[in-house]
């Protein structure tokens, strides 16, 4: 496609329960990144695949997050044993990676999660 | 840990005003700052991107400035329309890869 893509759009779980969220990025991208946005706030950075160098995991909030993201296509971000505070937009952004300083992010409509 | 604030946090105008957003962050070494737009339920649009070395950048009725020693950026919007009601988020990087964002100015721009 000609965007970044994620899906679901919506989610609502129980809490306890495990979440898959997925993002699509531009083809050919090779930064990913994952970012959390609470209502009201701005955005978390979470983590950001750059390639196939080891990803930057140090936004991740806790263990009970972790992403995966396999050469340059789809990435997964999974949330474990969910809780009432992990009700929030989570955005994917992808971005081409060739290390130009005019290089923008490109994102995605984002998944909204509520946890009840 | 660089800290990244807008003022102020909503805005509603009258169609055809000029306006200004503001947007301040706690370290001065930056490598760029962005201004995005982000619309109910989408994701962000990037508006306008300085680089660390420029003072400024324009598109359309848009002008971003840039006051790095200061630690401040303003967006310039001449002449709003009612399409231009969204939330403005800035953001700053102070390496080539992560981003620190504000947590926005929600403008309405009244028909």
């Known amino acids: 496609g000609a965007g970044v893509s994620q899906s679901p759009s919506n989610k609502v779980t129980e809490k306890g329960k495990d979440v898959e969220l997925r993002c699509d990025p531009i083809?050919?991208?090779?930064?990913l990144y994952w970012y959390r946005q609470r209502l009201g706030q701005g955005l978390e950075f979470l983590i950001y695949?750059?390639?196939?160098?080891?990803?930057?995991k140090s936004g991740l909030p806790s263990d009970r997050f972790s992403a995966e993201r396999t050469g340059e296509s789809v990435s997964t971000l999974t949330i474990q044993r969910t809780q009432q505070e992990d009700s929030a937009v989570y955005l994917c952004?992808?971005?081409?990676?060739?290390?130009?300083?005019?290089?923008?992010?490109?994102f995605g409509p984002g998944t909204r999660l509520l946890v009840l | 840990k660089q800290e990244v604030t807008q003022i102020p946090a909503a805005l509603s105008v009258p169609e055809g005003e000029n306006l200004v957003l503001n947007c301040s962050f706690t370290?001065?070494?930056?490598?760029?700052l962005q201004w995005f737009r982000q619309d109910p339920g989408k994701g962000l649009t990037s508006l306008l991107l300085?680089?660390?070395?420029?003072r400024e950048q324009t598109s359309g009725r848009l002008n971003a400035s840039l006051d790095k020693s200061s630690g401040r950026s303003t967006l310039y919007i001449a002449a709003s329309q009612p399409g231009d009601s969204a939330t403005y988020l800035c953001?700053?990087?102070?390496?080539?890869?992560?981003?620190?964002f504000g947590t926005g100015t929600r403008l309405k721009v009244l028909a």
């Open positions: 952004a992808s971005r081409s990676g060739t290390g130009r300083v005019q290089e923008t992010q490109y």
């Open positions: 083809s050919g991208h090779t930064a």
């Open positions: 695949f750059q390639g196939n160098s080891a990803p930057d």
């Open positions: 370290d001065s070494a930056i490598y760029n």
């Open positions: 300085i680089q660390s070395s420029q």
């Open positions: 953001a700053v990087t102070s390496g080539t890869y992560k981003y620190i």
